[in-house]
């Protein structure tokens, strides 16, 4: 996909645009992440959704904390 691709296509009805920037930060325990969804407020790509890979997008609760489990059947976009 290129710049000028995605130009053409926004609006289509069968694309969808995600957003699910995260940063990874060497903490004291290791790797921590932050959501990117500050960036995303700020300015996105027209029509792009954002997909919050560190809450909606993650079952904190889970033994497997800090995957995303429950991407593929998460229906759940954020606007």
Avoid: K
Avoid at 7 to 21: I, R
């Amino acid at each position: 996909m290129t710049s000028a691709w995605l130009a053409d296509e926004l609006g289509a009805d069968d694309l969808a645009v995600l957003d699910a920037t995260v940063y990874l930060t060497m903490g004291t325990n290791g790797y921590e992440s932050e959501s990117g969804r500050w960036n995303f407020e700020q300015a996105h790509i027209p029509g792009a959704r954002f997909g919050d890979l560190t809450g909606a997008l993650c079952d904190v609760d889970s033994p497997d904390r800090g995957r995303c489990v429950r991407w593929s059947g998460c229906r759940r976009w954020d606007r």
